[in-house]
């Protein structure tokens, strides 16, 4: 029940737009987003819960459409800062209300 | 600053020896977990703790084991019996107990390499 996040990468010039995606097979109580850079640590950026609200960060927006159970993260205007590589994580408030990741996108933003 | 330390950043380890990889957490946070990152793969959780003096098992806990004595600390040992254990380990905490609604503070990382 991993979620699938597309695309696997991407290469951007600084200022253009990127949209990353994550869609689950079962049906999400919440997605949870993080940004690594290589050989750190994730740093969280925003949580998604159904029916809730949503929690931004900075020019990071994201939505979450329960019922395509799917959530999109926008990069708006993006920054050299913004390369690393993205994680989303679900929860289908199953057992234990565990955290299921994705493989990650890699985005690279160029000068 | 709160944070998580994790220690040592770097370890180097013969094959048949056990590990300890320490997690110290100043955030006051009730929930300590453990995750596992190898390349091309996503997060994968080996324990997890919720409060002090106990622990669950995650997704890939065999050949691994923790201990939760104090609220801040949540050190995991990798033994022998992990077959695999070259990885770069991610201590996490929340203040949530209840991972659906809480951020994770990451620390640092620990890559371990068997040799």
């Known amino acids: 029940q991993q979620p699938v996040q597309s695309p696997q990468a991407v290469i951007l010039r600084e200022g253009e737009d990127a949209v990353i995606n994550c869609s689950s097979s079962?049906?999400?109580?919440?997605v949870h987003w993080y940004r690594q850079k290589h050989g750190e640590a994730p740093v969280f950026l925003m949580i998604l819960l159904k029916g809730g609200e949503q929690k931004g960060h900075d020019k990071i927006s994201a939505s979450f459409n329960e019922k395509k159970q799917q959530s999109s993260l926008y990069l708006t205007a993006s920054q050299l800062s913004y390369s690393g590589t993205y994680f989303c994580?679900?929860?289908?408030?199953?057992?234990?209300?565990?955290?299921?990741w994705g493989l990650g996108t890699s985005l690279a933003v160029n000068p | 600053d709160g944070g998580i330390t994790q220690s040592p950043k770097y370890l180097f380890r013969k094959e048949g020896q056990n590990v300890t990889l320490s997690c110290e957490q100043n955030l006051n946070h009730d929930a300590m977990y453990w995750y596992r990152q190898d390349p091309g793969q996503g997060l994968r959780l080996i324990y997890y703790s919720q409060i002090v003096n106990d622990f669950q098992k995650g997704d890939i806990a065999e050949g691994y084991s923790v201990s939760r004595e104090k609220k801040e600390s949540f050190p995991l040992t990798v033994t022998s019996a992990q077959k695999n254990p070259t990885a770069f380990y991610l201590c996490?905490?929340?203040?949530?107990?209840?991972?659906?609604?809480?951020?994770?503070?990451f620390g640092e990382g620990s890559r371990l390499t068997v040799l």
């Open positions: 996490a905490s929340s203040i949530s107990p209840d991972r659906a609604t809480g951020e994770l503070f």
């Open positions: 994580g679900t929860d289908d408030a199953g057992n234990n209300r565990k955290l299921i």
């Open positions: 079962k049906a999400l109580y919440s």
